[in-house]
């Protein structure tokens, strides 16, 4: 209160919270701390500025391990996918290119924007997975639409959003290159 007394905003930050109860949804400590905090990840991936209190009922949506085991059938089976938003240059009006988004196509949830799986991106080979799953689909899209335009105009520029992880992997842009040389793109 002092902070924002001082700096003169009534609200510095925003907070998210998720709980759970003993005994009623947890028999010991551990588990009780697990529940709370897969609520949290539950407000979190609900916009922030949330609460949720655990429920049994919605068990699957909480638990980590589940949402990993979704996360991976939802890459093998392609339900992982690039939605593209136009760049667009301003002073022509043109479009330039597109920044490629992910969107988890999910079974029972609907289409879910990356607020709502963040814990992809706290695990290594979740983050990498995903960032793979972007850069070969969308490269594999921008390679059939240069097909089908013959070669006419320049090649629109597509952003992709990395992680952290891929920052600091040292084969990334080895990687990367080989992707878009298998795929005939000028790297």
């Known amino acids: ?24 949804q ?5 588990e009780l701390f697990d529940r709370a905090d897969a609520a949290l990840y539950a407000s979190k991936g609900s916009g922030r500025s949330t609460e949720t209190v655990f429920s049994a009922g919605r068990h699957d949506q909480f638990n980590k391990r589940r949402a990993e085991e979704r996360f991976w059938a939802a890459t093998n089976e392609n339900r992982i996918v690039p939605y593209f938003q136009p760049l667009v240059d ?29 814990h992809v991106f706290a695990n290594l080979n979740q983050a990498e997975a995903l960032t793979r799953t972007m850069i070969g689909t969308s490269l594999d899209l921008l390679a059939k639409r240069l097909t089908v335009e013959d070669g006419r105009g320049a090649p629109p520029v597509l952003s ?10 040292p084969e990334f842009v080895f990687d990367l290159q080989s992707a878009l040389s298998d795929r005939g793109l000028d790297w």
């Open 160 to 169: 992709i959003n990395l992680t952290a992880f891929d920052l600091i992997n």
């Open 90 to 118: 301003l002073e022509t009006g043109r479009c330039r290119g597109f920044e490629v988004l992910a969107r988890w196509l999910d079974e029972t949830r609907g289409v879910l924007v990356p607020a709502q799986f963040e």
């Open 1 to 24: 209160q002092r902070a924002a007394a001082l700096l003169g905003k009534p609200e510095l930050g925003r907070i998210s919270l998720g709980a759970c109860t003993c005994p009623d």
């Open 26 to 30: 947890a028999e010991d400590f551990d």
